[in-house]
């Protein structure tokens, strides 16, 4: 539904306010900007309340206007913001408000940081917000803006999971992993959740010794589930690695469970060039050079030919490092 038209010069309410029109560089500008008249006449009263620091109610109901012809106006957020909190405005009517505009403009980063500025004012967090961050990934899975606030929404009212208490995190990402096990999004968030207390500040920085053997085998135990559904599978594959190298646990780990998916005897059953990659990787460290070649080989000239160039050289590479 679109905005209300308001006649701010007819209003009582702004009669006392003069506004101040856009300056776009004379009487007769190069190239001014088509505005309607709504938005012209509406901005032209911001500009005058924002120039006497004026917070008021009004002003929310202007604001409200102005976002409502264009969200991504980044400077009247920033205003309405200042506004709520001089006023002590009711936080949880301003969600309810964003909600709303949320669910219209999926991929506006405005309101997102606009609801990170609104919910930092909260000592807890609201019940509704995470099924409602459930509701906008459901219309867009890899919303970066959502995904963001969600792993701010984690470091703020730490919602870190423990074995005591795991947290809505883990089900979550798994739900979505379920349903699309090629959701790199909700990958690289089950992996922040868990392992990604250690790049923040303290209180929440840990170590991985901190991470208990029954995690770490879980997680890796989870991630080989997955690949054996979609072996051709990336983001499986880089979670995999990643809680090996976050364990600080060679690659030679995954050897036997690599073979299952491309044996290089037999290049017409190979089900995933990520497996020839780690493969080619353990024979390297292994000093397994033909083995190791081949499986490049394989790469550059058959299951990831657009990348032959970088195959290629880490075959150059081995060659070298061997001679």
Partial sequence: MAP?????????????????????????????????????????????VMASNEMSERVLELTEHVIGMNPAHYTVWLYRAATLKYLS?????????????????????????????IMSQLSSLP?????????????????????????????????????????????????????DVRNNSAWNHRFFVLFGRDHVDEPYRFEAKDISDEIWDREVVFAKARIAKAPQNASAWNY???????????????????LTFADIEKADEVRSSFALDILADIWSDEREVEKAKKALDLLAERFDPIRKNYWNWKAQSLEAATA
């Fill in 89 to 117: 405005a009711d936080v949880q009517a301003e969600l309810q408000w964003l909600n709303a505009i949320s669910l219209k403009h999926l991929k506006n980063y405005q309101i997102w940081h606009h609801r990170q500025v």
């Fill in 4 to 48: 209300a038209k308001i006649d701010y010069e007819s209003s009582e309410k702004w009669d006392d306010v003069v506004p101040i029109p856009q300056n776009e560089g004379g009487p007769n500008p190069l190239a001014a900007i088509a505005y309607t008249d709504e938005y012209a006449q509406a901005t032209s009263y911001l500009r005058a």
């Fill in 240 to 258: 995999l690695g990643g809680v090996l190298r976050k364990r600080k646990v060679g690659l030679s780990s995954l050897k036997d469970f690599a």
């Fill in 127 to 179: 019940t509704a917000e995470l099924p409602f961050l459930a509701r906008m990934l459901a219309k867009d899975a890899k919303n970066y803006h959502v995904w963001s606030y969600r792993q701010w929404l984690v470091r703020h009212f730490s919602l870190w999971p423990t074995i005591e208490q795991p947290g809505p995190e883990l089900e979550f990402t798994e739900s979505l992993i379920e349903n």
